[in-house]
């Protein structure tokens, strides 16, 4: 049987909770100073949609009593923002996706996502010396922390969470020396040069799946991954390796997280190459200088998920 999508919802719910209650008490990496947050600013761009049979006659009828306006989502989201207790986005939007369920019975499913605005604390002069602000923030617009999640209706009709990713998006990575790219097929389409030191830089999303989708809320801190900690081991990986290509170094991110976050089932990957085209390999004044510019278009990518099992496999070999 063919299947028909039939859902509506609300897109940019630009929520900003102020003092929300702290991240603390997570688990510290070698790669990461990364603390917790203080959610002085807990900043969300969120999207929600309803499903559910109920809303046929909408679509076929006009029939509009049983929608409950996307005016009406956004307006039930903000107003659930001062009544959540926990200090995740990702606690917060499972939260009212099962408030959305128990309010309105013919709903049956309610997909979320949400975008994290990165606010991170200004740096200010203070007679104690430069100090973080405890009331300025500076919006950071790249390396958002984002979830997805889909709840449904168990058989008693309670909310039933049935699907969560999170995922860190649009870092933009440049190492400037000691990646290399060569030992590809060389055959008639072939004009690329074979490089050994290529300055890389990468574009990338990183996600992640919890084999129990709980430990995404927070409310066990010790289990919960930040993204702000995955960001870090992208970077140190970046930074500790010489790569033969992006594949092998996502590969690489990929085993660290997983080892270091044995409570995760996944970690995918989807990057962009837009490493720098070479315009002077030499300069006269400068040992190591040289002249890039931005590459043309098209642009390469790759997509991968690490799972579990190459952790083992990895560990095996070692
Ligand atoms: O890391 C890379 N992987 C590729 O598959 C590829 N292909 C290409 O042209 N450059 C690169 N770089």
């Known amino acids: 049987m063919t299947e028909r999508t039939m859902l509506?919802?609300?897109?940019?719910?630009?929520?900003?909770?102020?003092?929300?209650t702290p991240?603390?008490?997570?688990?510290?990496?070698?790669?990461?100073?990364?603390k917790g947050r203080s959610n002085t600013i807990l900043g969300m761009d969120i999207q929600v949609s309803l499903a559910g049979e109920a809303f046929f006659t909408s679509f076929t009828e006009g029939d509009n009593s049983k929608v409950v306006a996307t005016d009406s989502m956004k307006n039930f989201i903000l107003h659930?923002?001062?009544?959540?207790?926990?200090?995740?986005?990702?606690?917060?939007?499972?939260?009212?996706?099962?408030?959305?369920?128990?309010?309105?019975?013919?709903?049956?499913?309610?997909?979320?996502?949400?975008?994290?605005?990165?606010?991170?604390?200004?740096?200010?002069?203070?007679?104690?010396?430069?100090?973080e602000s405890e009331t300025v923030f500076r919006e950071g617009v790249l390396e958002k922390p984002g979830v997805t999640l889909s709840t449904g209706r168990s058989e008693s009709g309670e909310a039933k969470l049935n699907a969560l990713e999170c995922?860190?998006?649009?870092?933009?990575?440049?190492?400037?020396?000691?990646?290399?790219?060569?030992?590809?097929?060389?055959?008639?389409?072939?004009?690329?040069?074979?490089?050994?030191?290529?300055p890389l830089f990468i574009y990338l999303?990183?996600?992640?799946?919890?084999?129990?989708?709980?430990?995404?809320?927070?409310?066990?801190?010790?289990?919960?991954?930040?993204?702000?900690?995955?960001?870090?081991?992208?970077?140190?990986?970046?930074?500790q390796e010489a790569s033969p290509s992006i594949q092998k170094l996502i590969y690489d991110i990929g085993i660290r997280v997983m080892q270091r976050f044995p409570q995760l089932e996944t970690v995918s990957f989807e990057s962009n190459n837009r490493t720098w085209e070479t315009i002077r390999d030499e300069i006269p004044a400068s040992k190591e200088g040289k002249v890039f510019t931005d590459p043309r278009p098209p642009y390469g990518f790759q997509k991968f998920t690490v799972l579990q099992e190459d952790v083992r496999r990895e560990e095996g070999r070692s």
């Open 205 to 239: 999303n990183i996600s992640w799946t919890y084999k129990n989708m709980d430990d995404a809320f927070g409310d066990q801190p010790e289990l919960y991954v930040a993204a702000e900690q995955v960001k870090h081991i992208a970077q140190t990986l970046f930074h």
């Open 8 to 20: 509506y919802g609300k897109g940019d719910v630009f929520v900003y909770r102020t003092y929300a």
């Open 167 to 198: 995922s860190v998006h649009d870092l933009h990575l440049i190492k400037v020396k000691g990646s290399s790219f060569a030992g590809f097929i060389r055959d008639e389409y072939t004009k690329l040069p074979e490089t050994k030191d290529r």
């Open 80 to 131: 659930h923002a001062g009544e959540y207790t926990g200090s995740t986005m990702e606690g917060f939007l499972a939260y009212v996706s099962a408030q959305f369920l128990k309010k309105y019975d013919h709903i049956s499913s309610v997909d979320m996502s949400g975008k994290q605005f990165p606010f991170e604390a200004a740096m200010v002069g203070s007679d104690a010396g430069v100090q």
């Open 23 to 34: 991240l603390t008490g997570i688990a510290m990496i070698p790669e990461s100073d990364f």
